[in-house]
């Protein structure tokens, strides 16, 4: 069964900091990944996605991330976070197999903390 | 905009008792699904649909049943509540193998 690991459980940083979140999958064909961000008392939302193309790619509130495939990564940034990015963040994988009807395994997400 | 709801946001209910969680999607999307969401665990997958009266099973479908009757509503049944199904449920919506809309889930504790 596929896996995707998430490295840190908790992040604790101050406001203009620079943020690198981890994400590990295991399966080794085509994927989609995704990263998706839970805001306190709020719905799942998307942040950014990879289908195809540019590894590197940009989403919302000034995140990126960076899709390696040697190393089945899919790693999310922002070069300077704010207190209002305080959230769960959760990477997901699609497997794009024939039977995998776009079910996405989710990682165990990251607390990040944004203080003042 | 895809419009993801569910029908309460918070439900107490007590063991034994049979549970029905609704999701309503609005935007004709073939496929459903429904997660629980747990501190440490991420999101799981209980049942997902890809058509109306469609259903397969995900990764934690013990105690869970669904129905899909209509396009646009997916339904999961808890048959009989028990303590260890306290949980966020989350329902979520997607056309085609793109992007899952997440509705804002419902929190459920059983006692």
């Known amino acids: 069964a596929q896996s995707v690991s998430q490295h840190n459980h908790h992040v604790i940083l101050s406001e203009a900091a620079s943020l690198e979140l981890g994400c590990n999958y295991s399966?080794?064909?085509?994927?989609?990944l995704f990263w998706y961000v839970q805001y306190p008392g709020q719905h799942l939302q998307l942040l950014l996605k990879y289908f195809s193309g540019d590894p590197l790619v940009k989403g919302i509130k000034g995140f990126e991330a960076e899709f390696i495939k040697s190393k089945f990564s899919f790693n999310l940034r922002k070069p300077s976070v704010q207190w209002s990015d305080t959230a769960e963040y959760f990477c997901?994988?699609?497997?794009?197999?024939?039977?995998?009807?776009?079910?996405?395994?989710f990682g165990a997400g990251t607390q990040v903390v944004v203080t003042p | 905009d895809v419009k993801v709801t569910q029908s309460s946001r918070y439900l107490v209910k007590r063991t034994g008792e049979k549970v029905f969680l609704e999701c309503v999607q609005d935007m004709d999307h073939e496929n459903m699904f429904w997660y629980r969401q747990d501190p440490g665990l991420g999101l799981r997958l209980i049942y997902f649909?890809?058509?109306?009266?469609?259903?397969e099973k995900g990764d934690i479908p013990e105690g869970y049943s669904v129905s899909r009757e209509k396009k646009e509503r997916f339904s999961l049944i808890l048959e009989s509540a028990s303590t260890n199904q306290t949980s966020m449920y989350l329902c979520?919506?997607?056309?085609?193998?793109?992007?899952?809309?997440f509705g804002p889930g419902t929190r459920l504790l059983v006692l």
């Open positions: 649909s890809y058509d109306v009266k469609m259903k």
């Open positions: 997901a994988v699609n497997a794009m197999t024939t039977d995998s009807w776009g079910k996405l395994q």
């Open positions: 399966y080794g064909g085509t994927v989609n």
């Open positions: 979520a919506s997607m056309k085609g193998r793109e992007t899952q809309y």
